[in-house]
């Protein structure tokens, strides 16, 4: 009975330096899992829309493609307009035919130099192209291996997009959408101009603005808010929108995107035509304004475009 009662003798599990490893260890293992969990979903599972599928799209032919000059990211993007052929072809058909590659667009530059900025200060996010068009911008941000959310109506051009994701194998990386982007959701007439579909527009007066001759085709278009697309949870680097005259709608319906914080806001490029701005009922004014109420404070106008930031 003498060894009946022993001095209770501490749990060693509960001491301090076992507490401390312990701790260490979940600390480090949350880590790795934070650091290796799969990045935020590249869709957002309330959008209104789903995303193109590329791989079903009926295949246009014949496919005229070629690498870009002159980019630090070089890419690939087909023509959708061919021009008049054969008296007047597109110009990068001709400089095919004399064994150059297609010219520059200034966007691509404009796109990449930003990023390329954007990497060396260590951020990352993705990048959102309204207006998308062939994909000029949309692949200048992919070939750096960007994120990227593409949104454009005209068939013809996506199909282009369709290819471009196939050349520069950046299906992994390329959100297209089908839609044009407003400040309401349902559908909207667009106007599109026979050979030249880079000018298709919502505005009818836009549309024709440059080429007054060209065939005017109306069709009905899907019409989305970016806030109803993008995840809460992306972080956009840099937001630019080429739509003819319809900007103002477009960033009417970017409000939360735009209403972020400084340093999570979005870097915004716009195209700022007064004579395309004034045919969609909107203005120049109206639209610096609308941005400053929501910290946009700092825009520059380069070319025929607007550049802001927080």
Known sequence: MANAWKKYKSNKLTTPKLLFLLTSTSLILLTFFYLTAPPTP??????????????NTPQPHPIIANQVE???????????????????????????????????????????????????EGRTGAFVDVGANVGMATFAAAVMGFRVYAFEPVLENLQSVCNGIY?????????????????????????????????SAVSAAGAKLAFKSNEEVELQVRSVLLDLVIPETERV???????????????????????RKKGEAPYLIYEEDERLLQASN????????????????????KGTDAHCTK
């Open 42 to 55: 590249f869709f957002n599972p309330t959008s209104p829309i789903h995303p193109f599928n590329y791989t």
């Open 70 to 120: 002159g980019l630090k990211h070089p890419f690939i993007y087909s023509l959708s307009d061919f021009g008049s052929l054969p008296d007047k072809p597109h110009k990068n058909i001709v400089r095919m035919l004399k064994g150059k590659l297609f010219r520059r667009p200034d966007i691509s530059v404009t796109v990449q130099d930003l990023l390329d900025k954007m990497r060396a």
């Open 167 to 199: 050349f520069n194998r950046v299906g992994d990386l390329v959100r297209l959408f089908e839609a044009a982007t407003s400040d309401r959701l349902g559908n909207i007439t667009f106007h599109k101009l026979v050979g030249r579909l880079d000018n």
């Open 237 to 259: 680097l840099l937001l630019k929108i080429d739509v003819q005259g319809w900007e103002y709608h477009v960033l009417k319906g970017a409000k939360k995107l735009l209403s």
């Open 282 to 301: 909107s203005s120049s004014t109206e639209i610096r304004k609308f941005l400053g109420g929501l910290g946009y404070t700092h825009c520059v106008q």
